[in-house]
């Protein structure tokens, strides 16, 4: 059984663009800054992946999925690993 929940991205962008705030876990996001939500819902949504990839028997998937969000092995969040950001490109300026 599939996670109703889950929608696989195209790409990171996507997964920002397309992002479904009801899919938010921590209740206190809305507190929280831009850069710090977009990192929770990155990490958020590559979990939820994980879990419908080994729940569909696609071990091969979740690595992969597991291999996009740690490095060497470990959380980023939990190495005081510093993420970039760059100006939004999506945005129509006048």
Not at 5 to 26: A, G, Q, R
Not at 27 to 37: G, I, P
Not at 66 to 71: F, S
Request: proline residues 3%; negative net charge.
């Amino acid at each position: 059984m599939t996670n109703s929940y889950f929608k696989m991205n195209d790409s990171t962008l996507d997964l920002f663009c397309n992002h479904d705030p009801e899919i938010v876990v921590d209740t206190f996001s809305d507190v929280l800054d831009d850069r710090q939500h977009m990192i929770e819902t990155m990490r958020d949504t590559y979990w939820n992946a994980m879990g419908t990839c080994a729940d569909d028997s696609r071990p091969d998937d979740a690595v992969s999925i597991y291999e996009e969000w740690c490095l060497d092995g470990k959380d980023p969040e939990d190495i005081n690993f510093e993420f970039t950001f760059i100006e939004d490109l999506t945005r129509e300026e006048d």
